[in-house]
């Protein structure tokens, strides 16, 4: 099944229903306009023209109904054959992706194919849409305002570190840590996001994405003069999967703040 080859039929369809209901109008107006003027001797001819307008337009509206209704939105979705062809899409608009059916992650965005509802879930917005091509290039339109949207690396970096530092007095707690130890990032953000309402409205994925960026930042100090560094790894449990200002993937875990000696 392929969503662009019925969309080529029903738009087919759809023309004729549009150019049908269009004489209905006309039709409609010059019946108002002869009642307005006081012409009835010509009523009978429009009456007739409407009615065969009326027909017409229900037939073609019969013929858009039965092209739309072999169309299985729910097979469509569950055999793969959106899935894949969301993937091609991606990969002509360049969108980067990952995962398996029915969960992928467009960085930093998390997409959920719903075969039984017919939708898909863009992070915590739902979208009833059967077209891969419209749903990757609706996506795409909202990482280029992510990456146009002003970033104050300073101001997260400074959050960022109070979170560290009171993973760092919470550790010392049970055994002896050092000021500048690795933190988990993924720890971090429980740090950062302490109720739930706070998860939802800062989602992992915009932790991440936060992270991307400052990741992509050189050189960056703290007030107090610490530095930071990220420790990457592939295929660690507590990885956080991001892409660099080359657009290639990184898996980061853990941050340092640290005094440079």
Not at 40 to 55: G, T, Y
Not at 72 to 98: I, P, S, T, W
Request: hydrophobic content about 40%; aromatic content about 8%; some cysteine.
């Amino acid at each position: 099944m392929d969503y662009e080859k019925f969309l080529t039929d029903a738009q087919i369809c759809a023309k004729g229903v549009k150019e049908k209901t269009d004489a209905q109008s006309k039709a409609v107006k010059n019946v108002q306009k002869c009642l307005a003027e006081g012409n009835l001797n010509a009523l009978p001819k429009l009456f007739s023209i409407l009615r065969d307008a009326s027909n017409a337009r229900e037939e073609a509206l019969i013929h858009l109904e039965a092209v739309t209704s072999g169309f299985d939105g729910q097979e469509y979705m569950a055999n793969g054959d959106f899935a894949a062809q969301m993937l091609e899409c991606c990969r002509q608009l360049e969108v980067d992706v990952q995962g398996n059916f029915p969960v992928y992650e467009m960085f930093p965005c998390r997409v959920i194919i719903n075969p039984e509802t017919q939708d898909v879930a863009v992070d915590r917005k739902k979208m009833p849409c059967l077209r891969p091509s419209k749903l990757v290039s609706d996506i795409k339109k909202e990482l280029e305002k992510l990456t146009k949207a002003s970033f104050n690396a300073s101001a997260f970096a400074k959050e960022l570190a109070a979170a560290y530092d009171l993973a760092i007095i919470r550790a010392s707690r049970k055994k002896s840590c050092a000021a500048d130890s690795p933190i988990y990032l993924l720890d971090l953000y429980e740090y950062l996001t302490p109720m739930r309402r706070h998860k939802k409205e800062y989602t992992k994925h915009n932790f991440a994405y936060d992270l991307a960026r400052l990741f992509a930042v050189e050189d960056m100090s703290l007030d107090d003069g610490r530095q930071m560094r990220f420790d990457t790894v592939r295929d660690a449990k507590k990885a956080i999967r991001i892409l660099d200002s080359h657009g290639m993937e990184q898996f980061i875990t853990t941050i340092r703040f640290y005094i440079n000696q």
